[in-house]
């Protein structure tokens, strides 16, 4: 069988690193070009024949259903299960299993809510059918391999080890690292330990692989990027509106701005790099946006300056104030004359009084 038509999305995450933007919204529900976050992998799962998802929750799991419900509006077969205790990725992938219909030897394709990629779906399903491998993952290079966990192959794609966050150049091995995407055979699901944490990274797979078992590693390098933090995040929105990171969920035609419907914007405010304005947000004359987002609701005053950062649902930013790579929170006000930059974070609700923040320029 060369199609997964079931998916475990893995969405149960706290969403530490990206607070303040994770109070009062799960991270994969944080909107990215107009639509939560989350939107985008499932419509890129049915546009690769998946026809049933099982979302396994935690934090603000209530958040979910209300918005997908049984995920017809995407094509789609939607379930949910909530996790009472955190359970681990593996653990979580072992509390859905119940609810998957594949028989033992079809593939099921599992992936993280925090990954935004141009993996193609389809050319894994077909390499994890052909090679037949128990479990076969996304491979992505990365410059960088340190923070991450590295995953040599060998020359037929074959994984050989997995390695944790190398310390020393003499560990690193390889500049492959585990993506975030995986298609398991459905009999091996049914191996994981149920009802305690388990790490499918540093408990499944190399359990797995020394138990002999086929571990297949399919690089595809084309777009990835880790929503962990603001910047990323930010980033990553931008990306889907230019049209770097493909999905059939972008809400409009891909270009250097993405302006929701009942969004207000003075005809002289400039919006660039990707920049997307939400529903019902006012963008005030001379305003200059790049490579943001700006939230639902948000009030952008006259002459603010605002790049790299995002705006928060019904936030306001006061005239002539300039955010640089800030993450300003929900229902926050930030006064006029202010500056904010490099990894600032206002919190939902605080107020920042007119011309308190300033960078001089020879600082």
């Known amino acids: 069988m060369t199609e997964a038509k079931e998916a475990i999305l893995l969405v149960g995450g706290k969403g530490t690193r990206l607070r303040p933007l994770t109070v009062h919204t799960p991270k994969p529900m944080v909107p990215a070009a107009g639509v939560p976050f989350l939107t985008h992998q499932l419509a890129r799962a049915r546009a690769a024949g998946v ?50 219909v594949s028989g033992p030897d079809e593939p099921v394709l599992i992936f993280n809510g925090d990954i935004l990629t141009g993996l193609d779906i389809r050319a894994l399903v077909t390499s994890h059918a052909s090679s037949g491998a128990d479990v076969s993952l996304h491979l992505t290079r990365v410059e960088d391999p340190r923070a991450f966990g590295l995953v040599p192959t060998d020359d037929t794609g074959r994984v050989t080890a997995f390695l944790e966050k190398p310390q020393t150049p003499e560990e ?25 944490p388990v790490s499918v990274e540093r408990e499944t797979f190399p359990g797995l692989l020394a138990s002999g078992a086929h571990l297949q590693g399919m690089v595809d390098s084309t777009y990835w990027l880790d929503l962990g933090t603001p910047q990323a995040f930010v980033r990553g929105s931008a990306d889907l509106v230019l049209g770097r990171a493909p999905s059939p969920a972008v809400p409009g035609r891909c270009g ?23 529903e019902g947000a006012l963008i005030g004359a001379g305003a200059r946006i790049d490579g943001s987002a700006v939230l639902a609701g948000a009030v952008v005053e006259p002459g603010a300056v605002i790049t790299d950062s995002l705006v928060g649902a019904g936030a306001r930013i006061g005239s002539r104030t300039v955010l640089a790579g800030a993450v300003v929170g929900d229902g926050a006000q930030v006064g006029a004359d202010n500056e904010l930059r490099d990894g600032v974070r206002i919190w939902c609700g605080a107020t920042l009084p007119d011309a308190s923040v300033r960078f001089s320029s020879d600082e």
């Open 51 to 100: 026809e049933h998802i099982v979302l396994a929750t935690s934090y603000l799991a209530e958040v979910f259903e209300p918005h997908f419900g049984d995920g017809s509006s995407l094509g789609l077969h939607i379930e949910y299960v909530t996790e009472r205790e955190p359970l681990g990725t593996g653990g979580a992938i072992r509390n859905v299993a119940s609810r998957l």
């Open 172 to 196: 690193i091995v390889t500049d492959q690292i585990n993506a975030g995407a995986y298609i398991f055979r459905r009999s091996v699901i049914d191996t994981i330990p149920a009802d305690r």
């Open 256 to 278: 250097d701005r993405l302006v929701l419907p009942t969004a207000s914007v003075a005809a002289d405010a400039k919006l660039s790099g990707g920049t997307v304005i939400g």
